[in-house]
């Protein structure tokens, strides 16, 4: 093959063939395998009404009620969150051995997430002008859209940053949890009798519990008793929704007054639980499956193009959605005979268009950003400060875009915990925590060591 023309497939062979005995494929499995769910249940799940030329986003949940326990196969993201755990945790008991501090460690993170992201938003940005000119009508709600997955980033640069404190809590197993199922307990009870704006305290910490069990679970990997666990957390959950307040589904669904995601509530806790619990009963035999050559390079093969599958495949279904009614192709109601054979049509044109996007916008995932990724040294306890300030900067500029989309660029507001924003500011916010992380991770200057003549 000719240098410099390698495709993914190739470099996914390679990296199968690279693999180090002591590499835990179960963990990038799951987090290949959760992708593919993910990505399936948005393209199932999404519904599209037009009127008059302007697009109503909606879940086909909402349609079709009965669907809604399939929430409890198809969210997946506690898994992100444990898988994440367990890489993270490796890798920062690597560079501590190493005498690294956390800051590096902390950018060295940091930047694999955020490069293919703003290379995104700065594609995106030209699209949602351009889509205002040619689709004024149709522009906004599918602009509005394009960020929506940002969230993620938002709070997982968040775990990511607690990687140690996290790792001390998942030391005391099982007494952790309970610990922060219980004070999941309180905030919701604060959320539904008190205010609720505490209820926003949950999206740390239902996402640190999802990423405190991983290493919990794995090791335990393969123990009878994570079953029981999975059936006990299961049963539980399945009471909380029938006693409590809260609804059924597990994603957020239009009209109803509570969601179980935004912000997550102890359903969506106890989801994680039973779900992490299973998979860690079951890691034995994915790990046999995962040392199966097909099936390792096809992990490989995802894992190289997660962050681009992430983020992109979203466009591939709004693009999808505007063909479609341009052409006079949209999908006829759920009560319509020829509805399920349209969706299948749907699904398999979608997930051949996403390839499409992934392949056209996979080498940026992997292509350095000068001005960002330059090596830099330097020494200073004021860069320890510098990168813990990036923290929150950089969660608040990845959670206030995925609100705001890129409707409007970059000057149409839009009000978040009572602070009006626009894409503007919020792209601004998020530029400047990924600078305060690169400034304050600069890797500290080789000191030269003392001769004597």
């Given amino acids: 093959m000719t240098e410099g023309r390698v495709g993914p497939l190739a470099l996914a062979r390679a990296a199968a063939e690279a693999t180090p005995p002591t590499r835990d494929r179960v963990v990038d499995a799951l987090r290949a395998g959760s992708l593919l769910v993910v990505v399936l249940g948005h393209v199932l799940m999404a519904s599209v009404t037009w009127n008059d030329g302007r697009p109503r986003l909606g879940n086909l949940l909402a349609e079709l009620p009965a669907l809604k326990i399939l929430t409890w196969l198809l969210q997946v993201m506690p898994l992100f969150f444990a898988a994440g755990q367990i890489a993270n945790a490796g890798s920062y008991a690597a560079s501590q051995t190493a005498g690294s501090p956390w800051r ?29 000119a040619a689709l004024p009508r149709a522009a906004g709600p599918l602009a509005r859209l394009s960020t929506q997955l940002l969230w993620f980033l938002g709070v997982y ?72 666990v999975a059936l006990a957390a299961l049963v539980a959950n399945a009471l909380v929704v029938r006693i409590g307040p809260y609804p059924l589904s597990l994603v957020g669904m239009p009209g109803e007054p509570i969601s179980n995601m935004a912000p997550p509530t102890l359903v969506l806790a106890l989801h994680s639980v039973w779900l992490v619990a299973l998979i860690g009963w079951a890691w034995p035999r994915l790990d046999r499956w995962c040392h199966r ?91 320890d400060a510098v990168a813990v300030v990036s923290v929150p900067v950089l969660a608040i500029g990845f959670l206030v875009i995925s609100l705001t989309g890129m409707q409007g660029f970059p000057n149409r507001v839009r009000e978040y ?37």
Wanted: overall charge positive; aromatic content about 8%; charged content about 10%.
């Fill in 104 to 132: 590096v460690w902390y950018w060295g993170r940091i930047r694999r997430l955020a490069r293919p992201a703003l290379y995104y938003l700065a594609i995106w940005i030209p699209i949602a002008l351009g889509l205002e």
């Fill in 417 to 453: 915990v009572g602070i009006p924003w626009t894409p503007a500011i919020a792209l601004g916010v998020l530029l400047s925590g990924v600078l305060l992380a690169r400034v304050g991770g600069a890797a500290p200057a080789e000191r030269p060591i003392p001769t004597h003549r």
């Fill in 293 to 383: 050559p097909r099936a390792w390079v096809a992990t490989c093969l995802m894992g190289g193009l997660a962050m681009t599958v992430y983020l992109w495949h979203l466009t591939a279904l709004i693009l999808l959605t505007v063909l479609e009614h341009v052409l006079g192709l949209d999908r006829p109601a759920p009560q319509d005979p020829w509805f399920w054979p349209a969706t299948a049509v749907h699904v398999a044109v979608f997930l051949g268009l996403t390839v499409v996007v992934v392949l056209l916008a996979a080498p940026l995932e992997h292509r350095p950003i000068p001005w960002l990724e330059r090596p830099t040294t330097g020494d200073g306890g004021w860069r």
């Fill in 157 to 228: 640069v968040l775990v990511v940053a607690l990687t140690g404190p996290i790792g001390r809590m998942a030391a005391r197993g099982w007494v952790a949890v309970l610990g922060l199922l219980a004070v999941i307990t309180v905030v919701d009870l604060g959320r539904f009798h008190v205010t609720g704006g505490i209820g926003v305290l949950n999206f740390l910490l239902v996402w640190v519990l999802a990423a405190t069990l991983g290493p919990i679970v794995r090791a335990r990997a393969g123990s009878p008793r994570l079953l029981l």
